[in-house]
């Protein structure tokens, strides 16, 4: 499959789990499922992608299904009583998903702890982290980019989907643009912007950074729309919390057809 | 304790290379040789109690033990949720220690106290609270703790030295009456206030208890309590979630019905006054003239 088809295939497969399960966080998985792509490409075996917006659980839950961790039953017990696949990712079943995550804010901290941890190993496996922009609002994130940089963390890749919407507005009306790449570079993050839909280029710069071994921290800024793919859901802050129906199951459909297989 | 404590982890990082130790910015005049023991080893997560829980969680995925380290609020209540979520959902082996738990930073005030660290933390999946009271406990404590390997809460305080050799366990009979009509349960250093108020009384059994939840109960304690069926529990801490209601809870579920149980706990600032441990002590009841009194009164009823 080439990545249109997976941005294609994936993105089917995440609507219909959201419309089986009559689940809303739609628009936070669009918008990230295409850096997911690219980190499952990039990342070893033994390296992990911590989901740090736990609230696109959906989107890490369909690259697990891909790569064969997931079973087509479970991930059909998804938002079910008894699942193992609850909205946010839970903790202690799949090697892939290491952390229980939702309550934004913990997966910087918990990744500069692993990166330490293969730093006092002389281990050469990076972490990747992916975050919302709507996180960078919390003090731990803050506190955890500060740690990185002190503790010269260059094993430590983090990817911010930055859609410009959270939960309650846009990211400039609420607290400003807190994942705004001056910022963390003068703090002394080796910062890229990027698009976060083009999962070529997301690939081929995650790559160039990684090469810097130069003892800083990495950050790629992924240029995001919150629902990509579905037309009617991009750049509405409504699609971080609803479920669709029929009607609009099929229309979302439609939408990811004329734009990634026709 | 804290010097204690400083040797102990010493050996403890010495002897194994997958242990760790991160410290809030805190510890000068006290973790210098750990600091230099440990070397890389050794982390100063500055002035961000949050991160330093959810480092030690990664670090702990990588088969790191780890201990965390800050004065007993800032270690606790600041990073709750990460310890709640990063550690014992994970079932980790992150290691909080809590400096001066109860009123033990005294006059620096409200801040610095931690005096519900205990409920906090015992409602907590997976985590045990240890809690020395004689400063040769500390050892005691940390080994369970290593071996355990899961998430723990280590709450030091100003303990002093036992003036015999003593066999310490996780439940501990340090004064025992000839036939008990009371039992004395304390929790942490503030037992020092209860042997004094016990004095020469011959009558009164006190145990400590060193880790909540109660791991396994001991059947002299059981014994004692049978017998005496009056239960002092003294504690540096409040009363809803403290070792009291955990006691009564046991007693109920072992149908143990008691004619007197008297809880002597943190009252937290009844005159909205500060001052040092003594002193909250004292506001409390905690104070060992008070403690005697009420042993004396329940002798009577």
Known sequence: MNYQQKQYEYRKKLLAMYYNANAGHIGCSLSC??????????????????LSKGHAAAALYT??????????????????????LSAHPSANFFTNIPFAL?????GLPIGCGIAYANKLTNNKENIFILMSDGETNEGTT??????????????????????????????????GDTAEIGKWKSIGFDAIEEDG????????????????????PKLIIANTIKGKGVDYMENKLEWHYLPMDIEMYNRALISIENNYNA | MRSKFSKKVQDILSADSKTVFITGD??????????????????????????????????????FETFVYSIAPFAVYRCLEQIKIDVCIHNLPVYIVGNGGGYGYGIMG???????????????????CWVPAFSEDVDYCLDQIITQ??????????????????????????????????????????????????????????????????????????????????VIVIEEHVERGGLGEHILSLLAKRNIHLLKFLSLHAKGYPSKLYGSQAFHQKESGLDAENIKKEISQLLLS
């Open chain 1, 33 to 50: 499922i295409d850096i997911l792509i690219a980190l499952f490409e990039l990342k070893s075996g033994d390296e992990r992608v911590i």
């Open chain 1, 63 to 84: 690259m697990l299904n891909e790569t064969g961790e997931i079973s087509d039953e479970t991930l059909s017990t998804f938002y079910k009583n008894g699942t193992k």
């Open chain 1, 102 to 106: 939702g309550s934004l804010g913990h």
């Open chain 1, 142 to 175: 803050w506190e955890a980019a500060h740690f990185a940089v002190a503790k010269k963390l260059d094993n430590l890749i983090v990817v911010i989907d930055k859609n410009k919407l959270q939960g309650f507005g846009y990211t400039k009306d609420v607290l």
């Open chain 1, 197 to 216: 839909h083009d999962v070529e280029k997301l690939i081929k710069s995650i790559n160039h950074l990684k090469s810097n071994k130069n003892r800083l």
């Open chain 2, 26 to 63: 805190l510890g000068y005049n006290a973790l210098e040789a750990i600091q230099a023991t440990a070397k890389e080893r050794f982390i100063n997560a500055g002035v961000a109690e949050q991160n330093m829980v959810g480092v030690a969680a990664g670090l702990a995925y990588k088969d």
């Open chain 2, 110 to 128: 409200a801040t610095h106290h931690a005096i519900e660290d205990i409920g906090c933390l015992s409602t907590l999946p997976n985590i045990t």
């Open chain 2, 149 to 230: 390997k899961k998430p723990a809460y280590l709450r030091l305080g100003l303990g002093k030295s036992y003036q015999v050799k003593f066999d310490i366990a996780a439940i501990n009979h340090i004064v025992k009456a000839d036939i008990p009509e009371i039992t004395i349960i304390a929790l942490g250093p503030v037992v020092h206030n209860a042997i004094e108020a016990i004095g020469e009384n011959n009558n009164i059994d006190l145990f400590t208890i060193l880790s909540v939840p109660i791991i396994e109960m001991n059947e002299k304690l059981l014994k004692s309590i049978s017998q005496a069926r009056k």
